[in-house]
């Protein structure tokens, strides 16, 4: 059973970085693309940034210039660095994985999340 374990959340002052990282845990064959979202309080979970398998990389306009998404491929992690944070950023932050696995019948390609990290910035 796949499993995303998040870490890097807390609190920061405005201006402030945090870096978060996720990792599956179980039997992982590959894995395509990665990405965080996150979710404000009473608000829709909203795509922060993705990054495909081979490096290409997408973001949400309002973290343009500030967070950058990476991965090491080697330890099937993934990372987002955020830089000048600001208290519209505070929410919970959920990693996203596209992993191909198996059972011990089958090989099948499935969506996972993590159980989600804690990002407060405060004014």
């Known amino acids: 059973q796949v499993q995303l374990v998040e870490s890097g959340g807390g609190l920061v002052q405005a201006g402030g970085s945090l870096r978060l990282s996720c990792a599956p845990s179980?039997?992982?064959?590959?894995?395509?693309?990665m990405g965080w979202y996150r979710q404000a309080p009473g608000k829709q979970r909203e795509l922060v940034a993705v990054?495909?398998?081979?490096?290409?990389?997408n973001y949400a306009d309002s973290v343009k210039g500030r967070f950058t998404i990476s991965r090491d491929n080697a330890k099937n992690t993934v990372y987002l660095q955020m830089n000048s944070l600001k208290p519209e950023d505070t929410g919970v932050y959920y990693c996203?994985?596209?992993?191909?696995?198996?059972?011990?019948?089958?090989?099948?390609?499935?969506?996972?999340w993590g159980q989600g990290t804690q990002v407060t910035v405060s004014s």
């Open positions: 990054i495909t398998s081979g490096g290409s990389t």
């Open positions: 179980g039997t992982i064959i590959s894995i395509n693309a």
């Open positions: 996203n994985a596209d992993i191909n696995t198996r059972t011990l019948l089958i090989q099948l390609r499935k969506d996972y």
